[in-house]
T-cell receptor, first 113, second 112 residues
Framework: SQQGEEDPQALSIQEGENATMNCSYKTSINNLQWYRQNSGRGLVHLILIRSNEREKHSGRLRVTLDTSKKSSSLLITASRAADTASYFCATVLQSNSGYALNFGKGTSLLVTP | NAGVTQTPKFRVLKTGQSMTLLCAQDMNHEYMYWYRQDPGMGLRLIHYSVGEGTTAKGEVPDGYNVSRLKKQNFLLGLESAAPSQTSVYFC???????????FGDGTRLSIL
């Protein structure tokens, strides 16, 4: 079952603009991960943010986590055409039997020159 | 490093045929996973393994079997293919259950 849900489903912006994607989830998490998927390729891990962290940066990417609202956001600054891809959040839940990672359905980002 | 390699990349089957998808990883990861990705459904976990010789069911295991005889390989089998199994199949691996997963580029499977 999908625990994380991304919003919006699709986003179209111009090069140079910022892109913000949101992820909401339902239960307490161990960590939350963001992935990118280019057309016809597998998912590529971008950033992992732990439940006790509020913000992480990696290059032009900024991820925030608000555990009180059960939500996360991925910000891509100064977007480029090469950022065109689908972006997925994945929540990691911990139980007695181990960890479970659940992917959302993704946000499709189109960056036009 | 090749990372995660899936073979074949494409395959067309007839209903009732069987086949095996192969996944190989060279990162010495303990955990391996098989997902299917369908339009509008996101990624759904079929089976996974937490180490050599172990397998466990995921969200949608029916119609599939898996084996992990060697740490670096994870095989997904379809014993009697059905049109509902038309999908893109992804294999992934990770060092532990809460760490990032590394994905292969998928196998596109069509069942007629």
């Amino acid at each position: 079952s999908q625990q994380g849900e991304e919003d919006p489903q699709a986003l179209s912006i111009q090069e140079g603009e910022n892109a913000t994607m949101n992820c909401s989830y339902k239960t307490s998490i161990n960590n939350l991960q963001w992935y990118r998927q280019n057309s016809g390729r597998g998912l590529v891990h971008l950033i992992l943010i732990r439940s006790n962290e509020r913000e992480k940066h990696s290059g032009r990417l900024r991820v925030t986590l608000d555990t009180s609202k059960k939500s996360s956001s991925l910000l891509i600054t100064a977007s480029r055409a090469a950022d065109t891809a689908s972006y997925f959040c994945a929540t990691v839940l911990q139980s007695n039997s181990g960890y479970a990672l659940n992917f959302g359905k993704g946000t499709s980002l189109l960056v036009t020159p | 490093n090749a990372g995660v390699t899936q073979t074949p990349k494409f395959r067309v089957l007839k209903t009732g045929q069987s086949m095996t998808l192969l996944c190989a990883q060279d990162m010495n990861h303990e955990y391996m996973y098989w997902y299917r990705q369908d339009p509008g459904m996101g990624l759904r976990l079929i089976h996974y393994s937490v180490g050599e010789g172990t397998t466990a069911k995921g969200e949608v295991p029916d119609g599939y079997n898996v084996s992990r005889l060697k740490k670096q390989n994870f095989l997904l089998g379809l014993e009697s293919a059905a049109p509902s199994q038309t999908s893109v199949y992804f294999c992934a691996s990770s060092s532990s259950g809460n760490q990032p997963q590394h994905f292969g580029d998928g196998t596109r499977l069509s069942i007629l």
